[in-house]
Nanobody
Framework: QVQLVESGGGLVQAGGSLRLSCGFS????????MGWFRRAPGKEREFVAG????????SLTDSVKGRFTISRDNAKNAVYLQMNSLKPEDTAVYYC????WGSGQKVVAAVYGAWGQGTQVTVSS
């Protein structure tokens, strides 16, 4: 069974940066594409970023392009989300998710079979 644990969230001022980490255990990490999603208060969960099994393909939702970067380290069984130039509208609980044999391009949450517990990111104006 896959287990995912996010860390790195916190409170930051607008324009600041945070780096989220997600640790993976329980299965072979390189068999999984990984994604980051977020849920803001009163809103639906939305796709933020995805990455293929070897990091060769990445995808970002339009609102974070140029500010966020997704990466992974298969030797450390970890995926990261570097968030720069943060805006108050980035405030949300951020979740990492795993998609067995996936492409890292899928934006629909239902295709991801494992989820972390989430980490809160709050951006103050």
């Amino acid at each position: 069974q896959v287990q995912l644990v996010e860390s790195g969230g916190g409170l930051v001022q607008a324009g600041g940066s945070l780096r989220l980490s997600c640790g993976f255990s329980g299965r072979t990490f390189s068999n999984y594409a990984m994604g980051w999603f977020r849920r803001a208060p009163g809103k639906e969960r939305e796709f933020v970023a995805g990455i293929s099994w070897n990091g060769g393909r990445t995808s970002l939702t339009d609102s974070v392009k140029g500010r966020f970067t997704i990466s992974r380290d298969n030797a450390k069984n970890a995926v990261y989300l570097q968030m720069n130039s943060l805006k108050p509208e980035d405030t949300a609980v951020y979740y990492c998710a795993a998609d067995l044999w996936g492409s890292g391009q899928k934006v629909v949450a239902a295709v991801y079979g494992a989820w972390g517990q989430g980490t809160q990111v709050t951006v103050s104006s």
